[in-house]
């Protein structure tokens, strides 16, 4: 066996790499099918051969940032804007609780028309359908996130987009770093689970940042990671960048795996964008969560962070079944509970007995 080989079977094995080992396997290509078929023999030790599937609900397509690679950006005038209103907000998560999902994701931009009550009052009338409730609405005060937590959310997805500062100060105008991994930290603080992520490919990025992403994933202990390769859309400032790698994307996710054994990893419609049947590439790259929209689909054509979205027309009865049948076909279950991180890996290294049927779900 050569050194790369021995080097991953290792970190199949004990879930550690150094920085210099990672940016070595995520510089050259020889080795990418035995990386991913690791991944997925951890996924499937540590998180099993269920997909859970979200309902994704982009309730307002209104932001107040800037950010250089998103279409939601502010400076995009050119884009219809829409925002739910409370109600329909609710009708779509119940209509999302009987199509049998069992957690909701709510994503906008930075809208402040949503204020902390108004939030508050849809968390609450989500708990009453037995719904797991993430959020993922950008930077807040930590009070903001008690608030919602107390309201009942349980899981907040926050990408710090990039490790690298310098880049991500300079891509996110008028946005901190040091800020975002303040929401990070407290949104940990207050036992939400975390999802954390990164953008592959973002112009000026390094190898070596994207193994810094990978080790800030661990050491912020993230329960959930999203990757997605950067699609550089025409009407903001990136419009002629190169954009995202898909095969890169898919090896830092299944890196991601091999050192965060037991986190949820969606495959991201960001993926499944750049390929054809990308997403359940990276069901077998060690993903094991899907997060179809549920929107209507007269808003998905304006909820556009990048071009050519995948799924932007297929009504969520469609889309749903199709994936499970998919899913079906790959030998793989769709999850019927709520799909929380079971820390089975986190307990392992803890010396404690494996809980095996002692699952923690949330109510
Ligand atoms: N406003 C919130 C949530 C909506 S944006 C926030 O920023 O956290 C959700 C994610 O879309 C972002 O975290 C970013 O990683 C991703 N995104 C934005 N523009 C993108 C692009 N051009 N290509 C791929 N992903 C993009
Ligand atoms: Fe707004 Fe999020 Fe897009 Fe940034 S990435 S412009 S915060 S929607």
Do not use: W
């Amino acid at each position: 066996m050569n050194a790369m080989s021995a080097l991953l079977r290792r970190a199949e094995q004990i879930h550690d790499l150094s920085r210099d080992e990672l940016v070595c396997l995520l510089s050259g290509r020889e080795y990418d099918r035995e990386i991913f078929a690791a991944a997925d023999r951890v996924r499937r030790k540590y998180v099993g051969d269920e997909v859970h599937l979200r309902g994704l609900i982009e309730f307002s397509n209104i932001c107040r940032r800037n950010c250089f690679y998103c279409g939601l950006r502010a400076g995009n005038r050119g884009l219809g804007r829409y925002r739910l209103t409370p109600e329909e907000i609710i009708g779509l998560a119940r209509k999302g609780r009987e199509y049998g999902y069992r957690t909701v994701v709510l994503q906008s931009g930075e809208d402040d028309y949503y204020t902390v009550a108004k939030m508050c009052q849809i968390i609450r009338e989500l708990k009453q359908y037995g719904l797991a409730v993430a959020l993922s609405i950008g930077e807040k005060s930590g009070a903001d996130y008690a608030a919602f937590r107390e309201a009942g959310a349980d899981r907040y997805l926050l990408r710090i987009e990039t490790t690298d500062r310098r880049l991500y100060e300079d891509l996110d105008p008028g946005m901190s770093h040091e800020n975002r991994k303040r929401c990070l930290r407290d949104l940990k603080r207050l036992g939400y689970e975390v999802g954390c992520g990164s953008l592959v490919g973002l112009p000026g990025q390094t190898i070596a940042s994207l193994a810094d992403d990978i080790l800030y994933f661990r050491s912020l202990e993230a329960d959930m990671v999203g990757i997605g390769p950067f699609i550089p859309h025409m009407d903001t400032p990136l419009k002629g960048a190169q954009g995202g790698d898909f095969l890169l994307s898919l090896k830092v996710m299944a890196l991601t795996r091999l050192l965060l054994p037991d986190s949820n990893i969606p495959a991201t419609t960001a993926m499944e964008t750049l390929r054809r049947e990308g997403r359940l590439l990276a069901l077998q790259s060690g993903a094991n969560v899907v997060m179809p929209n549920i929107s209507e689909l007269q808003y998905r054509r304006l909820y556009a962070l990048y071009p050519g979205k995948a799924g932007a027309d297929e009504s969520p009865e469609e889309s749903r079944a199709e994936l499970c049948r998919k899913l079906e076909g790959m030998g793989r279950t769709v999850g019927k509970g709520y799909g929380s991180r079971q820390k089975l890996y986190a307990r392992e290294k803890a010396g404690r007995r494996r809980p095996g049927a002692a699952r923690r779900e949330n109510s």
